[in-house]
């Protein structure tokens, strides 16, 4: 008999069938992947899992029961829970208070009971080997460490099934690492995980099973070492994937588009010197928090406490204006999109147009047919997944909403383009569509500075790859000398091999 069971469970939301009578099993004390593309169901499914939606048919079953938890709470009880990417906590308490917010201990008097509040966070925290403070207030965590609290709620509670829905996607080389070793720790405690993903290479290394969803059915239940990335990639998108060459590679540069000299901001970075010509893609590399992030933000106009020169197209930008960046033809992409890139209230093609309306505007009207027709074109290469470009943007799926944010900056016409981790959270076949575009851009003789965590990504595609670590520049590799060792040990700062 399997452990988990979902029998033909559907899902229904306004104009999408999110999912369609899904059904396949999950061993105890197994990583169970969950795979597939953006708005393929995985979010879904693992939410209905934990209680947050309810399916509209189907059943599930646990260890041959019939269940159905109709609220997160319900969830908990059953021994399920889920580690959310957005903050599950309240951010202005501390980890004890939240641990233990359903059931805070009390003292006779009804006063919270302090000393007990701790020792039982303190429990809680041991259950996942985390050295954290039970006072310290959640807001200052990492991602990683509160992620880490998520995770030890779940346990401390009792939880046998969690679902994680794509745990790594804003962490470190190094809390990754920790992550994994705890993921297997817990199931050889005979836990068992659900996990979504987009990063192939974490599936293969950690799951014993994997599920491809797409659109919304279910395409295979496999074990992973009978199959392959190249398999699953076909199964999650229905053809083949071929890696391609850039092209901008084999062109000529042009002039220098992007200069800056001396850049510095107080507490974030110091002595930036950089170029990037037209036709250029120029990687920036380092760990989480080297700087790279507060750099590309800085010369948009975001950090007013930043200092040095910069020159767009030879002419010299003034600091600290997002007017005077936009007016000098810089665009900027940036990390966190759900906050700074996107209007969540507004439909797809407002969204995608929002950047380029000076474009789209003659005599002060917007040219409804002409903004129809950009977004649907690049709702079309990004294989963006909505009803329609009238949908609104908070309905879409995690992935959906990046494509747009991206979508809405490739559309202006900038002449240099900083780009933040532009495939985070996006699965392989957009992925490959936003490598083309972007390599299309530079072709055209745009200079971009791409910002990413993957270094297989900045490594297809860059001219030269930057290295950033504790906020300053310490390295540049020529195409040459591309390697993944080769930049992590420029990222960590260790002596050379
Ligand atoms: N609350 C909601 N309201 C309306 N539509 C929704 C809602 N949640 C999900 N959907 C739709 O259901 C489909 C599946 O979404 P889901 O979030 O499960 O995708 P996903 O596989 O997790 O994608 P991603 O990789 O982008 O996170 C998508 O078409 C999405 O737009
Ligand atoms: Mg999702």
Redesign the pocket.
Same mark, same amino acid.
């Given at each position: 008999m399997p452990f988990l069971k979902f029998t033909s469970i559907t899902?229904r939301?306004?104009? /999408?069938l999110?999912?369609d009578g899904v059904s396949f099993s999950v061993e105890r004390g197994t990583c169970h992947a969950l795979i597939?593309?953006? #708005?393929? #169901?995985?979010?879904?499914?693992?939410?209905i899992l934990a209680g947050v939606?309810s399916a509209d048919s189907g059943q599930l079953f646990l260890d041959g029961q019939p269940i159905a938890p109709s609220s997160p709470l319900a969830a908990r009880e059953l021994g399920i829970a889920m580690v959310h990417q957005e903050l599950a906590f309240c951010p202005n308490l501390s980890v004890a208070e939240n641990l233990c917010l359903g059931d805070l201990p009390r003292r006779a008097g009804g006063f919270v009971d302090r000393p007990a509040l701790r020792a039982r966070a303190r429990a809680m925290l041991a259950t996942v080997g985390a050295d954290i403070d039970p006072d310290t207030i959640i807001g200052t965590l990492s991602t990683g460490r509160e992620q880490l609290v998520q995770i030890a709620a779940a346990v401390g509670t009792g939880a046998r099934i969690i679902v994680m829905?794509?745990p790594t996607s804003s962490l470190s080389a190094a809390e990754t690492a920790d992550l994994f070793r705890l993921i297997r720790e817990l199931k050889a405690r005979g836990l068992t995980l659900i996990y /979504?993903s987009?990063r192939m290479e974490e599936l293969f290394a950690l799951c014993d099973n994997i599920t491809v969803?797409r659109d919304?059915h279910h395409i295979a239940t496999e074990p992973i070492p009978s199959t392959t990335p190249a398999r699953v990639v076909t199964q999650m998108i229905g053809r083949e994937l071929r890696a391609q060459t850039p092209a901008h590679l084999t062109r000529d540069l042009g002039p220098i588009r992007l200069a800056a000299e001396n850049l510095a901001s107080p507490g974030a970075f110091t002595d930036i010197n950089l170029v990037v010509h037209a036709g250029e893609i120029v990687g920036l590399a380092g760990i989480v928090g080297a700087g790279r992030s507060a750099v590309v933000q800085a010369l948009f106009g975001l950090d007013p406490a930043v200092t040095g020169q910069v020159r767009v197209n030879d002419r010299p930008l003034a600091l600290g204006s997002i007017d005077s960046a936009l007016a000098a033809g810089l665009g900027l992409v940036p990390e966190d999109r759900k906050r700074q890139g996107l209007v969540l209230g507004l439909n797809c093609r407002e969204n995608t147009a929002l950047a380029a309306l000076p474009l789209l505007t003659r005599l002060g009207l917007v040219r409804r047919t002409a903004e129809r027709a950009l977004a649907e074109r690049y709702a079309k290469r990004l294989r963006l997944?909505?009803?329609s470009i009238e949908?609104i943007t908070? #309905?879409?799926?995690? #992935?959906?909403?990046?494509k747009i944010a991206l979508a809405k900056w490739l559309a202006r016409d900038c002449d240099v383009l900083l780009v933040d981790e532009p495939t985070r959270? /996006?699965?392989v076949g957009a992925k490959a569509e936003i490598y083309q575009l972007l390599d299309e851009l530079a072709c055209e003789g745009k200079a971009l500075l791409v910002v990413s965590s993957e270094l297989p990504e900045l490594i297809g595609l860059c001219r030269r790859i930057l290295v950033m670590r504790e906020g300053t520049l310490v390295g540049e590799l020529p195409p040459a000398s591309f390697s993944g060792a080769a930049l992590m040990q420029l990222m960590a700062g260790l002596p050379a091999a």
């Open positions: 899902k939301f306004p104009g /999408v999110a999912l597939g593309e953006n #708005g393929a #169901g995985k979010s879904t499914l693992g939410k939606y829905d794509e /979504v987009h969803l919304g997944k909505t009803p949908a908070a #309905g879409l799926s995690g #992935g959906n909403q990046q959270g /996006v699965d």
